[in-house]
């Protein structure tokens, strides 16, 4: 079946610094690919979608300079989170949208656990 | 986006015993789909629901999608410990974009 792999899957790092996460479709190309957050025992939040050659479109209350989404191919989008600040600490998982409509198409990253110190 | 109401929040239980969880909305969704998440990981689609009143089963698992469009339920029949975990519930509407309900965290006691 179809795989999207997301790294890293943990990353601690100081107050101040930025980091990136990735997210690729390894066997199959995603023109979308969507980013949510997830703190401790809470729903999965939608933070941005991400289309491919174009700029992402951000949730409302999500800052788009401070979460930067990169979508240069189809089978990469990354997010950089820029100075990070400890209330960015959370899980963030990606998902990656094949071909049509339908959701059965949507796939889920296993996520990256950001702990900002 | 809006984020759907998931009843219980929480479940602890025996093996072997039924489950049920639902999920309802204010506005419509025509797709609406259940997601198992363990912990540290992604969630993972259990069923997806397309038409309005469509009752769907996969393995112990069934679901239903409301006529009303505004609800769901999940029901997991002869429950094992491997069924551990979050269940989350998801509508869809044009954009692709997934919006979750809370969340029910199932415990199985043996």
């Known amino acids: 079946g179809a795989v999207v792999s997301q790294h890293p899957s943990r990353v601690i790092c100081k107050s101040g610094t930025s980091v990136k996460i990735e997210c690729r479709s390894l066997d199959f190309q995603a023109t979308t690919m969507f980013w949510y957050r997830q703190f401790p025992k809470q729903s999965l939040m939608l933070m941005a979608t991400s289309n491919e050659g174009s700029k992402a479109t951000y949730e409302q209350g999500v800052e788009k300079d401070k979460f930067l989404i990169n979508h240069a191919s189809l089978t990469l989008s990354t997010l950089t989170v820029t100075s990070a600040h400890p209330e960015d600490s959370s899980f963030y998982i990606c998902?990656?949208?094949?071909?049509?409509?339908?959701?059965?198409?949507?796939?889920f990253g296993s996520g990256t656990q950001l702990s900002v110190l | 986006g809006q984020q759907l109401n998931q009843s219980p929040q929480s479940m602890f239980i025996q093996e072997g015993e039924d489950v049920s969880m639902n999920c309802t909305s204010s506005?419509?969704?025509?797709?609406w789909l259940w997601y198992k998440q363990d912990p540290g990981e992604g969630p993972v689609l259990l069923i997806a629901l397309y038409k309005a009143g469509e009752l769907t089963s996969n393995g112990r698992l069934t679901a239903q999608f409301g006529i009303t469009r505004k609800d769901s339920f999940l029901n997991i029949s002869a429950s094992i410990p491997s069924d551990v975990g979050i269940y989350f519930c998801a509508g869809q509407n044009s954009g692709y974009a997934l919006n979750f309900g809370k969340g029910t965290s199932l415990l199985v006691t043996p």
């Open positions: 506005s419509i969704f025509n797709t």
């Open positions: 998902s990656a949208l094949r071909g049509g409509a339908l959701s059965e198409k949507l796939f």
